[in-house]
C-alpha cells in the first residue's frame, strides 16, 4: 500500500487540475487504510486549499475529520 500512496501523490503533481485531486484524495484514503492519519490529513487539506472547486473537495472536511 505504501507504494500506492506514493504513486498516487506522484500523480497528484500533474498539471491537470482534474487528475491532481482525484490523486491526493486516493493517496489520503490508501495513507488512513494504514493508519498514517498525518499524512492523510496532509493530502487531504492539500485538495482542500489547492483544489477548492473540485468534485474532491465539495466533501473532503468528512475525511479530514477521520484524520484528527
Known amino acids: 500500500l505504501s507504494?500506492?500512496?506514493?504513486?498516487?501523490?506522484a500523480a497528484s503533481k500533474s498539471d491537470n487540475e482534474m487528475i491532481a485531486p482525484v490523486a491526493l484524495k486516493k493517496a489520503g484514503l490508501v495513507y488512513l487504510e494504514q493508519g498514517d492519519k498525518e499524512s492523510a490529513h496532509r493530502v487531504f487539506?492539500?485538495?482542500?486549499?489547492?483544489?477548492?472547486?473540485s468534485q474532491e473537495a465539495s466533501d473532503i472536511d468528512k475525511y479530514i475529520a477521520l484524520t484528527e
Open 45 to 53: 487539506a492539500t485538495i482542500k486549499k489547492s483544489f477548492p472547486q
Open 3 to 9: 507504494k500506492a500512496a506514493t504513486a498516487f501523490v
